[in-house]
Every structure is written in C-alpha cells, then in structure tokens.
C-alpha cells in the first residue's frame, strides 16, 4: 500500500471545492481514491443524530421536572387543610378505593405521598382539576408554583408525574 490523497467528487452540492486529504490507497496503481459524498446521506446522519439527541434530552426534561414536582408536592401539600382528599373524591379526581387508601394512614407525611403516588396514574386533566382543588383548599400557592413551572418548561396540558419512574422516599 502507498499513501495517496482522497478527492471528494462534486455531487449534489451547491458548491464545494475539491479536497485533497492524505490516505491509504489499496491501488497500486493511483494516486488517488475517488469518494463520493452525497448531500442526502449527510443531512439524513446529521437528523438521526439531531433527533435521537432531542429525543433523550427531551425524556430527561421529562424526568427531571416530573420527579422536582413530585418532590415539591410531596414537602408541601397539606391532606388536613380542608378535607383536600375529601374534595378530590366528590370530583372524582381519586376513586373510593384510593380515598380510602389514603385516609386509612394515620402518617400525615405516608398520606401525602400516597395521595402523589396516586396522581401519577391520572389524566392530565384530572392533574389540572387537582391543582385547582388545592387552590379551592387554600393551597393557591403550591398550585401556583406548579403551574408556572409547567409553563415555563412548555409542559402546561400535561400530569408531568406521569414521568416519574419509581417512587421516592425523600
């Protein structure tokens, strides 16, 4: 084998000079390989990288904001402020099952997070209709936090615990 040098031959590109570049000629003959490189099949690497890149930056965006909500609402909401599970049963948010799940702890902090575990497996809009009953109970506040940081990330219209793997014990 010798060294020679690669042209790059001009085929469906605007413009494109010649590039000369040193490699391994398998001809003994020549001094050069011809390589053709196509436009299509660059763009097409370039978009499959490009999306597969988005896609999992994207699920990780996903996880992140579902796991802080789920850790924000887990710290914050409060079941005994006005019969909050109570009202999410009469709105058919929670089923009677879970309703009694939840009240048969006697661990505020397990009620709490049995109640968030239970909103993962909910619509968005049952998300929505539980955010407006935490204003409804006088927790604006918490439900404020959440809705703006949907908004902010793009997420409004979706149950972002819905992203959350496993449960968490922290």
Do not use: W
């Amino acid at each position: 084998m010798k060294v020679g040098c690669m042209r790059v031959v001009e085929r469906d590109f605007p413009v494109i000079e010649t590039l000369q570049v040193a490699a391994v000629a398998s001809q003994t003959d020549g001094d050069f390989t011809d390589a053709a490189v196509t436009q299509k099949s660059q763009v097409a690497v370039a978009a499959t990288q490009t999306d597969e890149d988005f896609t999992a930056r994207e699920r990780l965006h996903h996880v992140s904001i579902g796991e802080m909500i789920y850790q924000f609402l887990a710290h914050t909401v409060d079941t005994r402020r006005s019969n909050l599970t109570d009202k999410l049963a009469a709105k058919d948010i929670l089923s009677p099952a879970e309703h009694q799940e939840i009240n048969a702890q006697k661990n505020a902090d397990v009620k709490v997070k049995s109640l968030v575990n239970m909103l993962r497996e909910k619509s968005a809009d049952e998300f929505e209709s539980f955010l407006t009953t935490l204003s409804e109970t006088g927790q604006q506040s918490v439900a404020d936090v959440v809705r703006q940081a949907l908004y902010t990330v793009g997420q409004t219209g979706q149950n972002p615990l819905q992203y959350v793997c496993g449960k968490s014990d922290y």
